[in-house]
C-alpha cells in the first residue's frame, strides 16, 4: 500500500513547494455558467447511457477509459456513491482489473502514454477515495514510471529504459502522474523528477527577438519562445503540455511556462476569429493541455481566456435526437464511440476545471503573479 513517513512530507515540500490552496468552488459566473453547468450534465449522461456494463465504451485503451472516470471525478461524483457512483466505479475496475504485472496500464499502443494517463487519474481517484485496489495498482504503476525513465530524464512511447525518450507528450503524461502520486504520498526519488525537469526544459525553443518584456533574469527570458514537440516542432498542444510539466513539477516562476503559454493563446486567439481549422473539441487532444496550462498559469491569462474557450465548448455539443450522439463532443483521432469518449470526457473535465474538485487542481497561487510588463 502507500508509504507515508515525516521525511516524505519534508521531501513533498522542498521538491513541490505548493502554494496556498484555491476554494474548491467557481469563483463566479466569469468561471462557470448556468449554460456550462448543464452542458457538463449532458455530458455526464452521454457517459453514463453509453458506458456498457465492462465500464468500458467500447474501447481497449486504458488511457481512454481512465479519462471518462476523470470526468466523473471532476464534477464530483465518486465511485459507489450517488447518480453516477455505478458509472465511476465500473471506470475505474476496468483499468486496474487490466495492470500487468509489471504494474503496466496498457493493452494496446501507446504502453507509457496510456499508462501515465491512466495512473494519474487514479491519484486522482485515490485521492478522494482511498480505494484499496486503487492504491495497489498506484504503488506498481509510480514503480514503472521511475523505472523506466530514459537517461535523458524523458519517457519512450514503449516501457524502457533507454538512452534518450522520444518526445514532450509522453513527458507531459509521467509528470502529471508523478504529481499526483506526490500529492497522496507516495515517494518519487528526487532524481526522477529533476532528470524530467531538464529534459522538458531541453524542448523549449526561442522563437523571436527580445519584445521588451521580460519574466526572469535568464537570457532568453526577453524573447517569445515555446515548448515542442521535439526541440523544433511546435505545436499549441505542446506549447501548452510543456508549461504543464513544468508546473506538475513546481518550477511556478520559470520564464518558458508563461512565454509559452503567451504563444499558445495567440495561436487559439487566431483559430477562433478566423473560423480557421480548430475550435474546442474538434481537438480535444491539443484542448486537454490548453485547460489545464491556462488554469494552472492563471492570473489574466486564465480570467481573460478561459470565458471563450468555456463558451465555445458549451456551443460545440451535440444536440441530436439519437441518444448516441446526444450530449457528447466527437473529436478528431479518434473515430467512433471512443472518439466521443474522449472529446465528451475532456470536454466535462474543461468545463468542470472551475469546480476545483479534483486534487490535482486544489493548488493555485494565493495572489496572480505579476510580469513585468504584462
Known amino acids: 500500500m502507500l508509504r507515508k513517513s515525516l521525511i516524505l512530507c ?18 463566479g459566473d466569469w468561471e462557470t455558467t448556468a449554460k456550462s453547468e448543464a452542458a457538463v450534465e449532458r455530458g455526464l449522461e452521454w457517459l ?26 471532476s464534477a464530483g461524483h465518486l465511485p459507489d456513491r450517488g447518480k453516477y457512483g455505478a458509472n465511476v466505479r465500473r471506470a475505474l475496475d476496468y483499468v486496474v482489473s487490466h495492470a500487468k504485472p509489471s504494474g503496466l496500464l496498457n493493452i494496446s499502443n501507446h504502453d507509457m502514454y496510456n499508462h501515465g494517463l491512466a495512473v494519474f487519474v487514479l491519484t486522482q481517484a485515490y485521492g478522494m477515495t482511498n480505494d484499496r485496489r486503487v492504491g495497489e495498482a498506484l504503488d506498481k504503476g509510480i514503480k514503472l514510471i521511475a523505472d523506466v525513465q530514459c537517461e535523458d530524464g524523458g519517457w519512450d512511447y514503449k516501457a524502457r529504459r533507454q538512452q534518450r525518450g522520444h518526445d514532450l507528450s509522453l513527458a507531459v503524461m509521467q509528470s502529471k502522474a508523478l504529481r499526483g502520486a506526490m ?14 525537469i531538464r529534459s522538458v526544459r531541453q524542448h523549449y525553443k526561442p522563437m523571436g ?36 510539466c513544468l508546473q506538475e513539477f513546481g518550477k511556478y516562476e520559470d520564464f518558458r511556462i508563461r512565454r509559452s503559454m503567451d504563444i499558445v493563446i495567440d495561436d487559439i486567439r487566431n483559430r477562433m476569429e478566423k473560423k480557421k481549422d480548430w475550435i474546442p473539441f474538434s481537438d480535444a487532444y491539443t484542448m486537454f493541455y490548453v485547460a489545464q496550462g491556462l488554469y494552472q498559469v ?29 450530449g ?11 472518439g466521443r469518449l474522449f472529446g465528451t470526457s475532456v470536454a466535462v473535465f474543461t468545463l468542470s476545471i472551475p469546480n476545483r474538485y479534483l486534487p490535482i487542481l486544489q493548488e493555485g497561487e494565493a495572489e496572480p503573479r505579476k510580469d513585468v510588463n504584462e
Open 10 to 27: 519534508l521531501v513533498v515540500a522542498l521538491v513541490w513547494s505548493p502554494i496556498a490552496a484555491t476554494t474548491a468552488s467557481a469563483n
Open 183 to 196: 500529492d497522496i504520498g507516495l515517494e518519487i526519488p528526487p532524481n526522477v523528477i529533476d532528470s524530467a
Open 48 to 73: 453514463a447511457r453509453n458506458q456498457g456494463e465492462k465500464g468500458n465504451w467500447d474501447s481497449h485503451d486504458l488511457g481512454l477509459v481512465a479519462l471518462g472516470a476523470l470526468a466523473f471525478l
Open 328 to 338: 457528447s463532443w466527437q473529436t478528431k483521432r479518434v473515430s467512433g464511440k471512443p
Open 298 to 326: 492563471g492570473g489574466t491569462r486564465w480570467r481573460d481566456n478561459y470565458p471563450r474557450i468555456r463558451d465555445a465548448t458549451v456551443q460545440t455539443q451535440a444536440r441530436s435526437n439519437n441518444l448516441q450522439y446526444d
Open 209 to 244: 527577438k527580445p519584445d521588451g518584456k521580460r519574466y526572469g533574469d535568464h537570457p532568453l527570458a526577453d524573447r517569445p519562445g515555446a515548448f515542442t514537440y521535439d526541440g523544433g516542432r511546435y505545436t499549441t498542444a505542446m506549447g501548452a503540455a510543456g508549461a504543464v
